[in-house]
């Protein structure tokens, strides 16, 4: 199985800052990545995939980069609603494999 | 609208059978796969496996292989997850995803199963 991990596992962030999580996997998986946001008790929701795709709805401040190993999400200017777990996952190869999660905390 | 509708909760023995559904509407069902997927408290999300609806062709992660079967009605529009042997580490919940369009890996999510195993 690809294993796919995160970093930071926590990240403190203020309004209007701007903030990357890294994805790494253990394989190349081309740009086969998906990015989820998940609020408390609620299904994730996909913000890109293929890695740098925006899935549709999506704000713009919301980009996603990268492809082989290496992947980022980026939050241009955080908002209030931003605050919440994110999860990489790829879909190159079966099981698809998740990240162990990035929650982000207001500071 | 695409829309998923998972059952209720469920409390097991450990030992036990559990099978959920996840009824669908707002498209042809066959033109879709049906994932299923489960989050344990705190944990990462974990892909179990796959139907494809259209001809009921199955994939399973290794790690669920024997223990997870996944089958649908194409009458009712449901697709159904069975896991068995239920042990404490199968708490958690449950969610049916349809998968994506183009490129996506994934579209629309059920609003999750609690499974929890305890005796």
């Known amino acids: 199985d690809i294993q796919m991990t995160q970093s930071p596992s926590t990240l403190s962030a203020s309004v209007g800052d701007r903030v990357t999580i890294t994805c790494r996997a253990s394989?190349?998986?081309?740009?086969?990545l998906a990015w989820y946001q998940q609020k408390p008790g609620k299904a994730p929701k996909l913000l890109i995939y293929?890695?740098?795709s925006l899935e549709s709805g999506v704000p713009s401040r919301f980009s996603g980069s990268g492809s082989g190993t290496e992947f980022t999400l980026t939050i241009s200017s955080l908002q209030p609603d931003d605050f919440a777990t994110y999860y990489c996952?790829?879909?190159?190869?079966?099981?698809?494999?998740f990240g162990q999660g990035t929650k982000l905390e207001i500071k | 609208q695409v829309q998923l509708v998972q059952s209720g909760a469920e409390v097991k023995k450990p030992g036990a059978s559990v099978q959920l559904s996840c009824k669908t509407s707002?498209?042809?069902?066959?033109?879709?796969?049906m994932h299923w997927m489960r989050q344990a408290p705190g944990q990462r999300l974990e892909w179990m496996g796959w139907?494809?609806?259209?001809?009921?062709?199955?994939r399973y992660s290794q790690k669920f292989q024997g223990r997870v079967t996944i089958t649908r009605d194409t009458s009712a529009s449901t697709a159904y997850m069975e896991l068995s042997s239920l042990r404490s580490e199968d708490t958690a919940v449950y969610y049916c995803?349809?998968?994506?369009?183009?490129?996506?890996?994934?579209?629309?999510w059920g609003q999750g199963t609690l499974v929890t195993v305890s005796s």
């Open positions: 293929k890695a740098s």
């Open positions: 996952q790829q879909y190159y190869s079966y099981p698809y494999t």
């Open positions: 139907i494809d609806a259209g001809d009921g062709n199955t």
């Open positions: 707002g498209y042809t069902f066959t033109t879709y796969a």
């Open positions: 995803v349809r998968h994506g369009d183009g490129s996506r890996p994934v579209g629309v």
């Open positions: 394989h190349s998986i081309s740009s086969w």
